[in-house]
């Protein structure tokens, strides 16, 4: 009987590391697909990949050496509870493997969590502030560590960090946006926000790593080893730290697919994304009075002008802009109880679409009582929060008394810019 076919060994993917610059002491955070690398002298299941690809990493950075992983969830970003302490990992078998060893430690960020093993961990995980990739965070500590990544059968073009340093950069094909939800600890549960970077939903906005790997390997800043069927690299944080943020400095759009875009030309192609009018866009959230009053406030402190999604003032982050197309709370006999036809402040703003029936006692709970509906605004606004809500008087609350209802919101969010202020003449 043949001995069976394997294409390394723990050994073999040691060496390799070694030789693409992992070194006893580092700090590595690793992306891997080891599926590309064929199968392990260990065995033929990805549970011996997984386990020989970690035994590797701990041998190569020896015991004072601290291997992290990307065990991302992006729960907060699709509306579920995150417990750092349970919620699996997105982003494969080998991430998963690495949460669960005993001796793992994972970070609270419930949309980029991340694992890791090694004295360092608890300095680089614990008491991150909610910024995924800004001041602070992970990649940023990743940075000042003179941390290194570490690619194991992916190409640098995967590594997450290039995200950290388009945010630092200012790329104009991504922006800030707040997410809030619930993260459960230690058997309890409270909301959270958490600052993400967002792709804008544009094709020529998708990630395009590969020209900056590219130079990356040219200036000898990704060193790679040959191992099994595919490849290592490793680079220094920091050194792709400075080609990203000198490369974009002169090609903002170099990772990304591109063409380049203005930002006219981003906010037009949002705007028709939508699907809608501009009578169909809601253009803020202030009655009249309210936000005349805003209005003089504001020019007594700074311009008044455009503010575009993104753009951060302090703690606050401009949102997307919301465009609500269709707002309905109909009963089963068709009545329409509220709608955003007869009054567009019915729907609260930032909602999330939704369609469906939905018992009375779930109904309720996204209903927001407005004393002053007539003259006033929703006394609720959802930029945020991935949920959904309409607003009405006390006297509209009591009519609702059927079991279910049927519910209809037809809306986007996108990125956009909202005018704010007087024309550009009388600013003149």
């Not at 608890?122 to 560590?145: F, W």
């Not at 792709?199 to 790997?213: F, K, S, T, W, Y």
Request: charged content about 25%.
């Amino acid at each position: 009987m043949s001995a069976q076919v394997h294409h390394y060994t723990q050994a073999d993917l040691v060496a390799a590391l070694r030789g693409a610059g992992a070194r006893a002491g580092d700090v590595v955070f690793v992306h891997a697909s080891l599926g590309r690398l064929g199968y392990p002298e260990r065995g033929r299941s990805m549970a011996d990949a997984c386990a020989t690809a970690l035994d590797a990493l701990l041998e190569a950075v020896g015991p004072a050496g601290t291997v992290l992983v990307p065990t991302y969830t992006y729960s907060i970003g699709k509306g579920e509870i995150f417990d750092p302490a349970a919620t699996p990992s997105t982003l494969g078998d080998f991430t998963e493997h690495v949460r669960q060893h005993p001796a793992a430690l994972r970070s609270a960020d419930p949309m980029l969590a991340v694992s890791g093993i090694g004295p360092e961990a608890a300095d680089l995980l614990e008491n991150l502030p909610r910024t995924c990739y800004g001041p602070g965070s992970l990649y940023e500590r990743l940075e000042q560590r003179g941390a290194k990544l570490v690619m194991i059968g992916l190409g640098l073009f995967w590594a997450t960090y290039r995200h950290y340093i388009e945010e630092k950069a200012g790329v104009p094909f991504r922006f800030k946006k707040r997410f809030t939800g619930v993260v459960r600890a230690d058997g309890r549960e409270g909301k959270q926000t958490w600052i993400y970077s967002c792709q804008i939903r544009q094709p020529n906005c998708a990630p395009d790593g590969v020209a900056l790997e590219k130079m990356a390997r040219e200036q000898g800043i990704c060193v790679s080893a040959k191992i099994g069927r595919g490849e290592v690299c490793v680079t220094h944080c920091a050194d792709y730290m400075r080609l990203g943020m000198a490369e974009l400095a002169e090609n903002p759009w170099l990772s990304a697919k591109g063409p380049p875009l203005t930002l006219d030309e981003l906010i037009a192609l949002e705007d028709a994304r939508a699907g809608a009018s501009p009578a169909a866009l809601r253009s803020g959230f202030f009655s009249e009075g309210d936000l005349g009053a805003a209005l003089s406030a504001l020019s007594g402190q700074a311009p008044v002008g455009d503010l575009v999604t993104g753009m951060q003032f302090g703690d606050f982050i401009v949102p997307e802009k919301w465009t609500c197309l269709e707002a309905v709370i109909r009963a089963r006999d068709g009545r329409e109880m509220l709608s955003c036809r007869n009054d567009p402040r019915h729907v609260i703003p930032c909602s999330q679409p939704f369609e469906g029936e939905v018992s009375r006692e779930e109904l309720l709970r996204h209903l927001h009582v407005c004393e002053r509906l007539e003259d006033g605004a929703p006394t609720a606004f959802l930029p945020t929060e991935r949920d959904w809500g309409f607003a009405c008087t006390r006297e509209q609350l009591a009519a609702f008394q059927e079991e279910s209802w049927q519910v209809i919101i037809r809306a986007t969010a996108g990125f956009g810019r909202v005018s704010v202020g007087a024309p550009a003449k009388a600013r003149e």
